[in-house]
Nanobody
Framework: QVQLVESGGGLVQAGGSLRLSCAAS????????MGWYRQAPGKQRELVAT???????NYADSVKGRFTISRDNARNTVYLQMNSLKPEDTGVYYC??????????????WGQGTQVTVSS
């Protein structure tokens, strides 16, 4: 089994910054793409940013230029640096990872979520 443990959420004023971290541990052969998703109250979960194991990134239009996703492959950890935060960035942020348990066993995992609240 694999666990994704997130940290770094909290309360911040508009214009402020937060850095989220997510570490994968357990039965890991290799990690493919990793990413961050968020869910605001009353809304569906949406993609924020993803990063491949080679470092290629993809961002939602709403966060381009403000958020930066990165990863440390040696630590199986993904980060999300969030700058110029807006109240509409408020929500629960979930880490996601595509993990190989062996060369042919593959499963996608979710973290437990971390709350980000941006006050106006």
């Amino acid at each position: 089994q694999v666990q994704l443990v997130e940290s770094g959420g909290g309360l911040v004023q508009a214009g402020g910054s937060l850095r989220l971290s997510c570490a994968a541990s357990g039965s890991i052969f290799s990690v493919n793409d990793m990413g961050w998703y968020r869910q605001a109250p009353g809304k569906q979960r949406e993609l924020v940013a993803t990063i491949t194991n080679r470092g290629s990134t993809n961002y939602a239009d709403s966060v381009k230029g403000r958020f930066t996703i990165s990863r440390d492959n040696a630590r199986n950890t993904v980060y999300l640096q969030m700058n110029s935060l807006k109240p509409e960035d408020t929500g629960v942020y979930y880490c996601n990872a595509d993990i190989f348990h062996s060369s042919f066993e593959r499963q996608r995992y979710w973290g437990q979520g971390t709350q980000v609240t941006v006050s106006s």
